[in-house]
């Protein structure tokens, strides 16, 4: 890459590329220097620091996931809009796992930012469910468990046992459907 290639954007690029290939510890400032052919001192021009591109990684993969999620949910509503939602994001999971697993949970401020608008898809998708204020909010934290947990397991090869993990998955859309048509009652 030449040097006058090299931008924000460019080494954010370079980094992706080798979580993709290595996974999310690869994504040192040293290897993407590396990787883009300067000196790890030229990064520096385009990032802070280590934690920023990190940052700036989840912004890209959550964008990235706000894209395919918002795609697959438009035009439905209630439970389609879950299943769909929830296939959207399992799907990002399975074709870019190391990528997934980099993305940065913690509320960091550039990222929280970014990921205000997949809350805000979620929060769309369960609109139907007549869910408002606190008790959206407390369902979006479910639905967004649900399938992180699951992302994360299946990513990790951590289901070991040799029922279909497709029938597992569909059998946690169908309960998280069936939560959400049938709101705790609170005391």
């Known amino acids: 890459m030449a040097r006058a290639a090299l931008s924000a954007t460019a080494v954010v690029d370079v980094a992706l590329r080798l979580v993709d290939e290595e996974g999310p510890a690869a994504a040192t400032l040293a290897a993407v220097a590396s990787r883009a052919g300067v000196a790890t001192p030229s990064l520096y021009k385009h990032v802070r620091n280590l934690a920023e591109l990190r940052a700036l990684m989840s912004v890209r993969i959550m964008g990235e996931l706000a894209e395919r999620i918002g795609a697959a949910v438009l035009g439905r509503s209630a439970d389609e809009a879950v299943r769909a939602l929830m296939t959207a994001w399992r799907d990002y999971a399975l074709a ?47 639905v967004r468990a ?42």
């Open 96 to 142: 870019h796992p190391h990528r997934y697993s980099a993305l940065i949970q913690a509320p960091e401020p550039l990222v929280a930012q970014a990921g205000e608008r997949l809350v805000d898809i979620v929060l769309a998708a369960l609109r139907a469910y007549g869910l408002t204020d606190a008790d959206a909010v407390h369902a979006v934290r479910c």
């Open 146 to 187: 649900a399938m992180h947990g699951f992302a994360l397991l299946e990513a990790a090869n951590a289901f070991q046992r040799p029922e279909q993990l497709d029938e597992t998955y569909e059998l946690l859309v169908h309960m998280v459907i069936s939560g959400l048509r049938t709101p705790p009652h609170r005391t």
